[in-house]
């Protein structure tokens, strides 16, 4: 008889018992399910090409919706440089044609045109610097700067 607890023999490979059929089955089994987990790897292999491609886009559009910015943003510079030169020489024609008119060879409605075309201009230029200020906001909303 043996004692309790002692290696026997005969249980590697009775079927209930048997730690080499429990071993053997557990090496069957990812073969037989090999399908499966190829069809599983697959798919994940699948899903991370597509965040890749994702990430991808998302890093393009941001950068092709920073570059529009910045663009509009220098246009609008260039647009203010324009406009303030036209409100200077608006600003001297008002002086020219006050002083025609103190000297008698103007009437006071050209005066009065020439103060509202400089004044109109003067509008168009705040206009156009509320557009830049409006645009260096969305340059820094572009850049991630907390707005959804």
Not at 26 to 43: F, M
Not at 47 to 75: C, F
Not at 127 to 148: C, I
């Amino acid at each position: 008889m043996t004692p309790p607890g002692a290696f026997k023999p005969g249980l590697l490979f009775t079927t209930p018992e048997s730690m080499l059929y429990s071993l053997g089955s557990d090496l069957i089994v990812p073969l037989v399910n090999r399908n499966g987990i190829n069809a599983v790897y697959s798919s994940a292999d699948a899903r991370q090409i597509q965040t890749a491609y994702q990430y991808e886009q998302t890093i393009l559009k941001a950068y092709v919706e920073v570059a529009n910015q910045l663009a509009n943003l220098g246009n609008l510079d260039k647009s203010y440089a324009e406009k303030a030169r036209a409100v200077e020489a608006l600003n001297q024609s008002v002086t020219i044609s006050n002083s025609l008119f103190r000297s008698a060879r103007a009437d006071y409605t050209e005066v009065l045109l020439t103060q509202r075309e400089a004044l109109e201009s003067k509008f168009d230029l705040t206009e156009t610097k509320l557009q830049q200020l409006t645009a260096v906001v969305n340059v820094y909303r572009a850049l991630g700067g907390g707005w959804k």
